[in-house]
């Protein structure tokens, strides 16, 4: 009996190992056959990690024409008191008022009670003053055409005077000459006495010549000396003049300014053609200079597209790079993108309000997109663009490794523990 029982507890103990080494043996199989999927999980995603991602950059922009465009400027600085458009383009006729600036100048507003004269009166003394200036001109020119003439005129008298000179002198040799033969021929009685007295007359005569010939030269050249001479004081008295006179016209323009920048400076409108506003609004401060409007003239063919980008946006820009132009008024799933590329990214922020109606205090870069003539084309043999219309431009940007983006946030909190 006890046989018996030993053998069944032996028996049930070796089923009993041969279960649990099969067990193992199972388990210890299933961990083996996960573990290359493991591996492979592990692989892929350090695969994953340089792999190249494209990010690129949105922004809204407008159509702008690119060739015939006219920017119209603010020709004084001040508010803003009337506008014809703030955002959307429109049709304008030449002529029309479209928009109004009110100064704020200080100083001309201190100016402004001391001016003693109206507008009328400060215009006719301004065009007396003119009338003035060119009759001092005109006057001036004849009397130095005059001097000139005259100077060229006794010069003239002086050399032909001075020619005859030598002949005089030559003459006064002969006769002298003449006049000593005769004497000896007098002293022995083989001429008359007659003959020379005549000839001691024709040497006196011939002298007094040569004398007189000598006085007008230093007559004409007196003369010339003294027309110099008034020449010297024409010019000092016309340069006086001219300066009394400018500096007369200049007091009158500068006070003809004073009252005029007191005043609303009206902008029109210079062609025919579609007003594009740049986003300003009624009662806002503009500066001398402000690109206010584009004035695109009818039948502008060539566009390009622009759009202003804050600074955070603009790493990794660059000219060439690649864009697609959705225009708001068409949508992009029935008519498509327009292809185009970076031609201008500019290096200098600029504090324009192209897309909103509050002046930004973060500096926004403007950054030129040209579209493809080809993808151009294309587009607007379904519909038509028009200078001013909003569009959304986006930029694809040169691609990075997935890492770099995926720590980048790790890379910030550095810097800030550092710092």
Not at 97 to 122: C, H, M, T, Y
Not at 154 to 182: F, G
Not at 263 to 275: V, W
Not at 365 to 381: A, D, G, K
Request: net charge neutral; glycine share 6%.
């Amino acid at each position: 009996m006890n046989e018996r029982t030993l053998f069944r507890a032996e028996a049930t103990a070796a089923i009993e190992n041969s279960v649990s080494t099969t067990l193992l043996d199972r388990r210890l199989n299933k961990g083996s056959g996960l573990l290359p999927l493991f591996l492979f999980v592990a692989a892929l995603c350090a695969g994953a990690m340089f792999v190249q991602v494209s990010i690129g950059v949105s922004a809204k922009g407008v159509v702008r024409a690119k060739d015939g465009t006219l920017p119209i400027l603010a020709d004084q600085g001040g508010v803003l008191t009337q506008i014809i458009s703030e955002r959307d383009p429109i049709q304008v006729r030449a002529g029309t008022q479209i928009a109004s600036i009110r100064n704020l100048d200080l100083v001309a507003l201190r100016r402004g009670p001391k001016i003693e004269f109206s507008k009328a009166e400060l215009a006719q003394r301004r065009q007396r003053l003119e009338a003035r200036l060119a009759d001092i001109s005109t006057d001036y020119t004849a009397r130095t055409a005059q001097i000139a003439r005259m100077d060229t005129s006794l010069t003239q008298m002086s050399e032909k005077v001075t020619a005859l000179l030598p002949v005089y002198r030559d003459e006064i040799a002969r006769h002298e000459r003449q006049l000593v033969d005769r004497e000896g021929l007098l002293s022995k009685g083989i001429v008359p006495k007659e003959e020379v007295e005549l000839t001691r007359n024709r040497l006196v005569e011939r002298k007094l010549q040569l004398n007189e010939a000598e006085i007008r030269i230093a007559d004409f050249d007196r003369q010339r000396r003294e027309l110099a001479l008034q020449r010297t004081q024409l010019d000092g008295e016309y340069k006086k003049t001219l300066l009394d006179v400018q500096n007369s016209l200049s007091d009158v323009n500068v006070t003809i300014q004073a009252e005029t920048d007191l005043e609303t400076s009206e902008l029109t409108m210079p062609l025919n053609g579609t007003l594009i506003p740049r986003g300003f609004s009624i009662g806002q401060v503009v500066r001398t200079g402000d690109v206010l409007f584009d004035a695109a003239a009818p039948g502008s063919e060539l566009y390009l597209f622009e759009a202003d980008l804050p600074a955070s946006q603009i790493g990794g820009l660059k000219d060439g790079l690649s864009a697609k132009i959705g225009v708001a008024a068409y949508p992009f799933y029935e008519y498509g993108f327009i292809e185009g590329r970076v031609k201008l990214l500019s290096e200098v922020p600029n504090q324009s309000i192209e897309f909103s109606k509050n002046l930004p205090v973060d500096p926004l870069f403007r950054i030129v997109i040209e579209p493809t003539p080809s993808s151009i084309n294309s587009f607007r043999v379904r519909k038509n663009l028009i200078p001013g219309m909003p569009v959304d431009i986006h930029i694809k940007k040169e691609s990075v490794a997935f890492w770099q983006l995926l720590f980048a946030p790790l890379y910030k909190l550095s810097a800030r523990i550092d710092l």
